[in-house]
Nanobody, 122 residues
């Protein structure tokens, strides 16, 4: 069984930094695209950042460009989100998402983590 587990959320003052981690575990053959999403109270979930399997392609939502950096360590099956210059409007539950191919049977599914709360105080 495959699962994603996030860590690194918390409370930080505006202008501060946090680093989120998301580790995939289980019967994993390969991991494709990995991404971070967030959902603020009363708002729809939005994609924050995405990274391709080799790490060469990255996409960010406009509101975080220049402040957030997504990266991955394929040896550890882990994706990171470095968040700098945090703003109160970044407050949300952050979710990890990944396309993972399991082993025997070799089936690709999309997985979500349980979410980690990020709160930025003004």
């Amino acid at each position: 069984q495959v699962q994603l587990v996030e860590s690194g959320g918390g409370l930080v003052q505006a202008g501060g930094s946090l680093r989120l981690s998301c580790a995939a575990s289980g019967s994993i053959f390969s991991i494709g695209i990995m991404a971070w999403y967030r959902q603020a109270p009363g708002k729809q979930r939005e994609m924050v950042a995405l990274i391709t399997s080799g790490g060469g392609g990255r996409t960010y939502v406009d509101s975080v460009k220049g402040r957030f950096t997504i990266s991955r360590d394929n040896a550890k099956n882990t994706v990171y989100l470095q968040m700098n210059s945090l703003k109160p409007e970044d407050t949300a539950v952050y979710y990890c998402n990944a396309d993972i191919t399991s082993t025997r049977p070799y089936i690709t599914n999309n997985y979500w983590g349980q979410g980690t709360q990020v709160t930025v105080s003004s």
